[in-house]
């Protein structure tokens, strides 16, 4: 006991670095940890082995499909999303746009099948055409939106469009995780520093008594191991409040944050992903958006069929009646075309009336903890063993240069 008093009183600053470089160690791996579940966006190195990707843009697909599971399954359906929107509402709010597109298809169309057959056209009886085809465009729109709340699976899939759009986009779906989980990755760090001078003032005590090389690089990877371990599992565990040696209580960070965690990750999905915009490109352009171009391509042509009526005669003896039904067809393929661009207008009335940051918000409050935690936790848990691996193996590393620097300072 004496020679080891003896030694401390000699060396005493090296034995109190101890401590302090384990709490560095702990805190370095922390932030390399954190890191390297994100960065680099995309693979960097020889692929499929050498190199990195960062875990969360690497399981893309996999992290966008269990948040958006949970999403959809839990929070939003389809049906919420368009039940609010009214179609008298979004037809007046696109009127104006839309009757100017359909003057101009009219005319295109017109010249395209029949060069000069339009500009042969009385202007009154011109006028005629287009201003009973523009009377009932608006009713199209009405009866297009009905169409679409009726059969809303057929031709909206809100899973496909949540998928899309952050696969498509990995530095949003990086922004989900980190914005969600910014809380939590903040005490991942806190907690090495912590944690690492815990274990560095146990290393201390070993040296002092045992004085064995091995231990530095030991105490340096359990330093890494324990403290990724324990920081992970402090995060999610438990899932109630639990009160530990009778001194202090502790819940999961993550579910104990679940109000300011459902208002960050509510306003960031109905920001960036559940989106006016996204939505209607998605009704328009998405996988199932032939049957709705089936459903408006009907309502134009029945429009068409009704009010050309004063023309009809004199464009079938123009163009024949083959011409005619292809030129139909033509006049309602480029009212689709011309669908999304109009359809911008609306978005600023639909986001108040979908309404999605609220209603993501108080679902996500009424979600039980197991649920709550699978918003977060794909993106630990399918490859934390690894970040738990490099923490112990840099902490190993960094303890052989501890040793180093030990026995050159005591000698």
Not at 14 to 43: Q, R
Not at 109 to 133: D, H, N
Not at 273 to 294: K, W, Y
Request: charged share 25%; net charge negative; hydrophobic share 50%.
């Amino acid at each position: 006991m004496e020679e080891i008093l003896r030694d401390f009183g000699t060396n005493w600053y090296v034995y109190l670095s101890m401590p302090v470089l384990a709490a560095v160690i702990g805190y370095v791996t922390k932030i390399l940890a954190i890191e390297m579940m994100f960065k680099p966006v995309e693979f960097v190195g020889k692929p499929p082995v050498f190199g990195w990707q960062g875990i969360v843009p690497r399981r893309a697909a996999r992290m966008a499909s269990i948040a958006c599971d949970t999403m959809t399954e839990k929070l939003i359906s389809p049906e919420e999303v368009f039940e609010r929107l009214d179609a008298e509402r979004v037809a007046k709010e696109i009127e104006k746009p839309l009757l100017d597109n359909i003057e101009e298809i009219t005319r295109q169309v017109a010249i395209q099948f029949q060069p000069g057959l339009w500009e042969s056209i009385p202007e009154a009886v011109r006028r005629i055409v287009i201003g009973r085809v523009q009377k009932q465009a608006p009713q199209i729109v009405q009866n297009m939106m009905d169409s679409v709340k009726d059969d809303i699976d057929n031709v909206f899939d809100l899973k496909d469009m949540v998928v899309t759009n952050l696969v498509k986009d990995k530095v949003l779906l990086n922004r989900i995780f980190r914005e969600a989980g910014d809380q939590e990755f903040a005490f991942i760090r806190r907690a090495g520093i912590y944690f690492g001078f815990v274990i560095g003032l146990i290393q201390m005590v070993a040296w002092a008594v045992f004085r064995l090389p091995i231990i530095m690089p030991i105490f340096g990877l359990v330093t890494g191991w324990f403290t990724d371990w324990l920081a992970l599992k402090m995060i999610f565990n438990p899932k109630e409040p639990r009160r530990y040696l009778g001194l202090f209580e502790w819940q999961g960070l993550f579910l104990k944050r679940r109000k300011e965690v459902a208002a960050a990750y509510g306003a960031l999905i109905a920001k960036e992903i559940i989106t006016p915009h996204n939505v209607i490109q998605a009704v328009l352009r998405g996988p199932m958006s032939d049957r709705l171009f089936a459903m408006v391509q009907k309502e134009v042509q029945q429009v068409l069929d009704a009010q050309t009526s004063i023309a009809r005669p004199l464009l079938v003896f123009a163009v024949g009646s083959t011409r005619y039904q292809e030129m139909k067809r033509a006049v309602s393929s480029q009212v689709m075309a011309a669908l999304p661009e109009t359809m911008l207008y609306v978005e600023d009335y639909a986001e108040d009336a979908m309404d999605i940051r609220n209603t993501l918000v108080r679902k996500m409050q009424e979600l039980s903890p197991e649920e709550f935690e699978s918003l977060l936790r794909p993106a630990f848990e399918q490859d934390e063993w690894i970040l738990i691996t490099v923490g112990a193996l840099l902490g190993f590393a960094v303890g052989e240069l501890q040793l180093l620097m030990v026995e050159y300072l005591t000698h």
